[in-house]
């Protein structure tokens, strides 16, 4: 499948282009979420699970709680992850119950999603943000989708 790609100027535009991720989406998936600190990957987190139905003010970054979970109206949460300040150890993971929530039913966006997440999750989707020299942001989403 031909990835998908958005050029986007400013907020707006990523949160127009969040809303047409969130409805190729797969209902039970992974997304990788891949891109330097600061290029808004949380924010478009926010924009995709409020195009789904979570509460726009729930959405924000799990960096130091690690995983925050996002009520749906009549679906399972989407789970937010933040693999950043996690170890490349599995036994961290099994701790803090990695393995039950990829292999939960949802949505599940990982942040700095570490290689070895894929034996509990298999493929996932990726998103790539790009920060251009302008600030614009090119978004690049991979894998199968609906």
């Not at 998103?127 to 942001?137: C, F, G, L």
């Amino acid at each position: 499948m031909d990835p998908l790609v958005f050029h986007c100027s400013n907020e707006a535009e990523t949160e127009a282009a969040g809303r047409v991720i969130a409805e190729s989406l797969p209902a039970d998936c992974v997304v990788h979420l891949v891109g330097d600190l600061g290029a808004g990957k949380t924010f478009l987190v926010r924009a995709i699970a409020t195009a789904l139905g979570a509460a726009r003010e729930e959405v924000s970054s799990p960096t130091f709680a690690l995983v925050h979970e996002y009520p749906l109206p009549g679906a399972p949460a989407i789970i937010h992850i933040d693999g950043y300040r996690m170890s490349e150890n599995p036994r961290e993971w099994m701790e803090i119950g990695i393995p039950e929530l990829l292999g939960a039913p949802g949505i599940k966006f990982i942040e700095w999603p570490k290689e070895g997440f894929a034996k509990f999750a298999g493929e996932a989707i990726t998103i790539h943000i790009r920060v251009n020299d302008d600030q614009s942001r090119e978004i690049e989403l991979t894998g199968a989708r609906t």
